[in-house]
């Protein structure tokens, strides 16, 4: 089995809010370190990728943030519009430009997701469609939230199902054979050591179950050190009860508090890694004032170390 | 700092909206909790509530109904309620499935149209089902008019902006707007696509594939005169929407990419027009050091071995990092709300999965300024 990075393919999803895309952001790094061409794509119009690099850029451009790193922001409209032009000539310059043809797409259950992990696709293949554009060693998808992140994985298979014939069902068939392809395709959870997060990772690996597929490695991120004993913990609360000033107080307050998240966090660990069977990857929660360049490139080296580890337990 | 009760003064329906992880079930769940204790009755509903919390309130997952928070359990936790606490958890294939029934002719047509694969996949896919039966649940309970208070956790859509969005593109759809041009309510669509006679008719059935289009075809003809009734339906919604009644609360962490969220959220509210109340703020890390230097606060630790008195030491100086980080997020966030205050509520210790956990983010969200103080300060030292 292809180490992560060894794919052509790799959907980071997860909850809301756990860091998917900052994870997302250091892989690529990542993968820059290692001499990849490496483009992290966005959906639904975000640019966080633009933003933490500070690049600017339109929508549905691959533009570089840094070396051998690229980004594009894919929405659903755009991908259309280029999958008409290239695939069927002038007619589609016709429909491209048609209202009727657009709301009638954009409506049909499911299109969106299609034409977006459609553009995904393409910008994984070994010759591109899109004219003038180079070819990507790996493509790294900052997913959307969950829940939705499974459905825009689904989509392809359920499509082909739908439509049956015609260059749509074609299209969806070739796509669902690619991600459904573990030597081309990975999808990794982000998590935090959460309830909900943690609840969200296990139903994720029911769901991608569901379709045949596997959760290739799930990232746990923002983990507090362990920097209080048990032990040590009524010491601190007595001092906290004979404190003389506020900010004594509140810095033993502040380490109580950490001792009782590290602990609650290390029983949501416990309790991913029963229901996984598998190996976790730890971030560390990073203590800074943003999460600028520095802390991406820190990511990437924590990344860097625990997918050592991972990829060294035989499978 | 306001209370919520008083952003929710005179409202009958209050829309949580905001991106995911940020506490809306949570929050919504508080809000609710916290209007029923000061006597109302109130139903909050959830969306995708987490498993324990869901538990603790009675949740069931089989029914697709408010439901009454037994006031024993509320007791036990040692709230006095003078209204009524009730709670539901969504079910959007449910929801859809009900308002079929409610709308179609007649029994039969109703399960054919819910035996249809296109109307399958619309009510259960990423399409924004989740978003349009929220706003559908709410619209049935309002109109019912059993409370006196309605509150809406939204799902945790990609983007907050989403769930405005959504029931619009939706309810587009059921109007058939996109294929009334080729499809008559008593013909059957492949008649008419059969006739073929402009070029983009044919390439739209080369390219789509014609089962698809069958599909569709069948069920807008399913659909009908139900199409009407959507639309009726979309504007009484958008009616309660914008009504005076209403308030949306805006729900974010001090995360920066949910403040772009909430950000966004809110000027999408403005242009649409649909009533703002204030925005609370989860999980914030309040800056206790301020500028004072902790130097000395080794040596003022000289109780405790040298090593954990180290340790306490660069775990404040941490914390400190973290709440100038959510300070500088929050900054951004109070210039876009203007002198509109934030509510904001600390970073506890542990997840909210139960009541006990509702009711302490329930004291943040409805106490008086010097309340708060208080407990802000209970919660740091």
């Not at chain 2, 698809?212 to 504007?235: N, Q, Y």
């Amino acid at each position: 089995m292809p180490g992560l990075l060894q794919r052509r393919l790799v959907f980071v999803t997860g909850k809301g809010g756990v860091g998917k895309s900052t994870v997302a952001i250091s892989l690529g790094l990542l993968a820059a370190r290692r001499g990849l061409r490496v483009i992290v794509a966005e959906l639904a119009s975000q640019d966080r990728v633009r933003q933490a690099f500070d690049r600017s850029g339109e929508i549905f451009e691959e533009v570089q943030v840094s070396d051998g790193m690229f980004t594009i922001s894919i929405d659903p409209q755009s991908a259309m519009e280029e999958y008409l032009r290239v695939k069927t000539g002038s007619v589609g310059q016709v429909l491209g430009s048609s209202r009727l043809f657009a709301a009638f797409a954009m409506a049909t259950p499911g299109m969106r997701e299609l034409l977006t992990i459609g553009k995904v696709w393409e910008l994984a293949q070994f010759e591109r469609r899109t004219s003038g554009a180079g070819v990507y060693d790996l493509v790294i998808v900052d997913s959307p939230a969950a829940g939705h992140g499974v459905g825009i994985l689904r989509t392809p298979r359920t499509f082909a199902e739908i439509a049956r014939v015609g260059p749509i069902a074609h299209q969806a068939r070739t796509i669902a054979a690619t991600i459904a392809d573990p030597e081309f395709t990975a999808v990794i959870a982000v998590s935090t050591a959460e309830e909900m997060p943690v609840n969200e990772t296990l139903w994720l690996r029911d769901a991608l179950a569901q379709d045949e597929l596997a959760l290739d490695a799930v990232i746990v991120n923002g983990c507090y050190p362990e920097r209080f004993r048990d032990a040590e913990r009524k010491r601190l609360e007595a001092a906290r009860r004979r404190a003389k000033s506020p900010l004594v107080g509140a810095a033993l307050g502040a380490a109580l508090s950490e001792h009782a998240r590290a602990q609650a966090q290390r029983e949501q660990l416990a309790r991913l890694r029963d229901g996984l069977g598998t190996g976790l990857l730890e971030l560390p929660l990073l203590f800074s004032e943003e999460v600028g360049p520095a802390e991406l490139e820190q990511l990437a080296d924590g990344l860097d170390a625990g997918l050592a580890t991972l990829e060294s337990v035989p499978v | 700092m306001p209370r919520v009760s008083e952003l929710l003064e005179g409202k009958r329906v209050c829309v949580c909206g905001g991106s995911g992880g940020v506490g809306k079930t949570t929050t919504s769940a508080a809000i609710a909790l916290g209007m029923a204790a000061e006597g109302a009755k109130v139903a909050v509903v959830t969306i995708d509530p987490a498993k324990r919390l869901a538990n603790a309130l009675g949740l069931q997952e089989l029914e697709n109904e408010p439901r009454r928070v037994p006031p024993a359990r509320l007791a036990k936790a040692g709230v006095e309620i003078q209204g009524e606490l009730w709670a539901m958890m969504l079910d959007p294939k449910r929801t859809f499935d009900e308002l079929i029934d409610r709308i179609a002719a007649d029994p039969q047509r109703a399960q054919e149209l819910k035996s249809n694969r296109v109307y399958r996949e619309l009510s259960t896919a990423v399409s924004g089902s989740q978003e349009f039966t929220a706003v559908a649940k709410l619209y049935e309970l309002d109109r019912d008019g059993d409370f006196d208070l309605l509150v809406l956790d939204t799902p945790p859509s990609r983007n907050a902006v989403d769930f405005l969005d959504a029931p619009g593109r939706l309810t587009s759809f059921l109007e058939g707007r996109a294929l009334k041009t080729f499809v008559r309510p008593t013909g059957i669509g492949m008649r008419v696509l059969g006739r073929g006679a402009s070029p983009l008719l044919g390439a739209l059935r080369r390219i789509t594939g014609v089962d698809l289009l069958s599909d569709l075809s069948t069920f807008f003809a399913l659909l009908g005169d139900m199409t009407e009734d959507f639309s009726e339906r979309a504007a009484q919604v958008q009616r309660m929407l914008t009504a005076s009644t209403t308030a949306f609360l805006l729900v974010t962490s001090a995360q920066r990419s949910a403040i772009d969220e909430a950000i966004w959220f809110r000027r999408t509210l403005s242009e649409s027009e649909l009533p703002f109340a204030g925005v609370i703020v989860n999980r914030v890390h309040h800056d206790v050091l301020g500028d004072a230097e902790p130097d000395d606060l080794v040596s003022s630790l000289g109780d405790l071995p040298a090593d954990l008195a180290a340790r306490v030491a660069e775990n404040f100086t941490d914390y400190h990092l973290l709440a100038r980080r959510d300070g500088r997020n929050l900054a951004r966030l109070q210039a876009e709300m203007g002198d509109r205050p934030l509510l904001l509520v600390p970073h506890l210790d542990d997840d909210v999965h139960d009541i006990e956990g509702l009711l302490a983010v329930k004291r943040y969200l409805f106490a008086s300024d010097v309340e708060r103080e208080r407990l802000i300060a209970d919660v740091v030292a």
